[in-house]
């Protein structure tokens, strides 16, 4: 079974560029959430997709903004970089149940804005 | 608000010894999920475990056991015998039930370094 899958790896952007990160969630999941981890404030949640509506949002400036398709398949877009949005995005998916979820992680994006 | 906190920044340990990762939460919920990551460098987040607040047993699997204890807030991660490959950072973090939603509050993480 393919875990969740994150394109691209690895980027580079300059500041005030924008850009879209991937995420494919396992198979059968219909939610997915995004995370922001960065060294000095760890990992961050930044959003959550479920039945491309999106149903949970982190204290995150309106620069970023997401989306889920009909499959599932998410993307996530950041306006006007800015220095400290270099991080490791990470793309998580769960199953719901009525008796929690099993999140899962991808690899993650690797943002580094010079 | 939920917290978690990991006060072990960084453990160093020789291949071989039993090391035991420390969680202490905080939530108002009654009933929630805690959770354990591992993260090596590539970067991806491996899930361990997951375990719901109505259910303390405790659990082993393989070399790893942990250990969930409601009365003190924690949710401690031992691993036994400790081998070159489980050096990594490890995440605990907490989900409130907040119906399907799929939202997690993480720890710092514990930077686990066992050498030979």
């Known amino acids: 079974k393919a875990g969740v899958t994150q394109t691209p790896r690895y980027l580079i952007k300059t500041r005030g560029q924008q850009v879209t990160l991937s995420c494919s969630p396992i198979s059968g999941h219909r939610s997915v959430s995004w995370y922001q981890q960065t060294p000095g404030q760890g990992l961050q949640f930044l959003f959550e997709y479920f039945s491309e509506t999106q149903r949970n949002k982190g204290n995150f400036p309106g620069r970023f903004s997401g989306r889920q398709f009909s499959n599932s398949r998410s993307e996530m877009n950041v306006s006007t970089l800015e220095l400290g949005d270099s991080a490791l995005y990470l793309c998580?998916?769960?199953?719901?149940?009525?008796?929690?979820?099993?999140?899962?992680f991808g690899e993650g994006s690797w943002l580094t804005v010079v | 608000a939920q917290k978690v906190t990991q006060a072990q920044t960084e453990i160093s340990v020789v291949e071989k010894e039993d090391v035991t990762l420390d969680c202490v939460y905080e939530t108002r919920d009654t009933t929630y999920y805690l959770f354990w990551y591992k993260q090596p460098p590539s970067g991806e987040l491996v899930f361990l475990i997951r375990r719901n607040s109505f259910d303390e047993q405790n659990e082993i699997s393989g070399r790893y056991s942990w250990n969930f204890q409601k009365s003190t807030s924690s949710f401690n991660f031992t691993i036994t015998a400790s081998q070159v490959v489980d050096s990594a950072v490890y995440f605990c973090?907490?989900?409130?039930?907040?119906?399907?939603?799929?939202?997690?509050?993480f720890g710092t993480g514990t930077r686990l370094q066992v050498t030979l």
């Open positions: 998580a998916s769960s199953l719901p149940t009525d008796s929690g979820n099993t999140i899962y």
């Open positions: 973090a907490l989900s409130e039930n907040t119906g399907t939603a799929s939202k997690l509050t």
